[in-house]
């Protein structure tokens, strides 16, 4: 990731309007319709114990994104990672994830989980390269013909 910076995006952050529409875009590009939180984004950012990291490029253009919530004190989940089709391959999802790792790992989180379609084999491979594993498969988890792995990363509880 050579011309970017994973910034951590805060609630009363300047430019909290315009990262955001830039997310919201991209959602829409990326994900169908009922996959995408595009219309309840900016609610799903405001929930407390949720967080959001995205890749900055030098012009101040959002890159990519992931976005982790952690419903209790031991188990976080990833539950969006994504970037632009043109800055795919170049290191911002790996930074992201390994960004997304670490802030989890500060709130002493044992267990990230994630979902992933199947077919989706660079993501499965950058998710397996950070030490995830298949915990089942979701027949029909995100359309009647799309099912889902979910994924489990542990730490060690020392």
């Known amino acids: 990731m050579s011309n970017g910076v994973v910034v951590e995006l805060h609630r009363n952050s300047a430019n909290w309007t315009k990262v955001v529409e830039d997310i919201v875009r991209l959602e829409k590009k990326i994900f169908p319709k009922h996959e995408s939180l595009a219309r309840s984004f900016d609610e799903e950012l405001r929930k407390n114990n949720s967080g959001l990291l ?9 890159a990519g994104y992931v976005m982790y919530s952690w419903p209790s004190s031991l188990l976080a989940s990833i539950t969006k990672l ?33 979902h992933v379609d199947p077919s989706r084999t660079t993501a499965l491979s ?3 390269k950070h030490g995830f594993q298949v915990d089942s498969l979701i027949k029909s988890y995100y359309s009647s013909d799309r099912d ?11």
């Open 126 to 128: 950058l998710y397996k």
């Open 148 to 158: 889902a792995y979910r994924m489990f990363l542990d730490f060690d509880s020392d």
């Open 54 to 62: 995205y890749t900055r490029l030098a012009d101040g253009e959002v």
């Open 82 to 114: 994504a970037v632009k089709e043109n800055y795919r391959r170049q290191g911002h999802g790996k930074a992201l994830l390994e960004a997304a790792i670490e802030k989890c790992k500060t709130r002493n989180i044992q267990r990230i989980t994630l």
